[in-house]
């Protein structure tokens, strides 16, 4: 089946220690992050709170002659990129696989697969809170596999419908969020160049306000040159209130929280770092290729983009 990957048993030592070495740096040698593993499936209300079920979709335009379907924010120009042929006009798709909760498959019982791991730490924001009784600035940090049904996967591991992410919702006090923005945009980009990845072959990337996602105050993104050109490793975003607003908002319950050395009650600010677990695991793997001469001691390999790291 298409864009799904299986790692063999030297793929996946690889992913391990990806994972591993993220949560050592961003949970345990932390004191102020506390890890959290929160469920895959959850109530449908979540995502409709979140913004998915309204905001997360993609232009889709389909070729009238050879009915292959794109992005349309990904085409160069207005042809089919395949047969030169015409497209329709775009319309929005939603990228949440849709299944259903138990033996019935009617409306009452649809359910998604999370799109991000976020949620599920927005949702346990306050019994995180109370049972670790941290002060802010202090953060979440979840290491899980989110699902998107997306348009045009490709590149190999780089865009799956089926992933993982590594990421921290870190909560602060309003009015130091970009203060805390560029902290972990720093310390995410050094991480990556600590693994041995060379400088030159990051660069960090602002998004311009037209392409903020519906949560964002400010995101960068730090991009890898992969063989196909620039591609994004890790978001550093500053969420501001938005998720526990909404939460709150269509739980009823009060997620704001009182500081005590203020004597102030607020709802955080969120900055978060999210990376993908394959996409990681994919440029480590093409920066030791291309560091090393290993030409001759690694078999021809099937997938056309590794072969092009290694030449």
């Known amino acids: 089946m298409g864009s799904t990957w299986d790692y063999g048993p030297l ?3 690889l992913k391990r220690n990806v994972k591993e070495a993220w949560w050592r740096a961003v949970v345990v040698e932390r004191d102020d992050v506390v890890g959290l593993d929160a469920a895959i499936l959850m109530h449908p209300r979540v995502w409709e709170a979140s913004g998915h079920v309204e905001n997360f979709s993609d232009p889709l335009v389909e070729c009238r002659q050879c009915h292959h379907r794109f992005r349309e ?3 160069e120009t207005n042809r089919c990129p395949e047969c030169n042929g015409e497209l329709t006009e775009p319309r929005r798709f939603n990228l949440m696989f849709r299944t259903f909760m138990g033996p019935v498959e009617d409306s009452g019982s649809e359910i998604y697969l999370r799109p991000e791991t976020a949620q599920g730490i927005f949702v346990n924001f306050q019994n995180v809170q109370t049972a670790t009784r941290k002060k802010l600035p202090f953060g979440i940090g979840q290491i899980g596999k989110a699902f998107r049904n997306e348009i045009t996967p490709g590149n190999f591991t780089f865009r799956t419908r089926e992933f993982e992410q590594m990421e921290v919702e870190f909560f602060v006090e309003p009015g130091s ?3 805390w923005l560029q902290r972990w945009v720093q310390d995410r980009f050094n991480w990556y ?24 105050k ?15 490793l890790e978001g550093i975003a500053n969420r501001a209130d938005f998720d526990l607003g909404r939460h709150t908002e269509f739980s009823g319950q009060d997620l704001s929280y009182f500081d005590d050395a203020t004597r102030e009650r607020y709802l955080p600010y969120v900055i978060e770092p999210s990376g993908g677990v394959d996409r990681a695991t994919l440029a480590f793997f093409g920066s030791t290729a291309t560091t090393k001469n290993r030409t001759a001691t690694i078999p021809e390999p099937s997938c056309t983009c590794i072969a092009r790291w290694l030449r």
Do not use: K
Not at 197 to 212: F, G, K, P, Q, V
């Open 11 to 13: 793929g996946v030592e």
């Open 177 to 179: 969020d970009e203060d």
């Open 218 to 232: 400010a995101t960068f993104d730090i991009e890898y040159r992969f063989p196909w050109g620039w591609g994004e």
């Open 193 to 216: 160049v600590g693994y041995g990845i060379r400088a030159e072959n990051l660069r960090l990337r602002e998004h311009a306000s037209d392409e903020l996602a519906h949560y964002a």
């Open 73 to 75: 924010d990904q085409l």
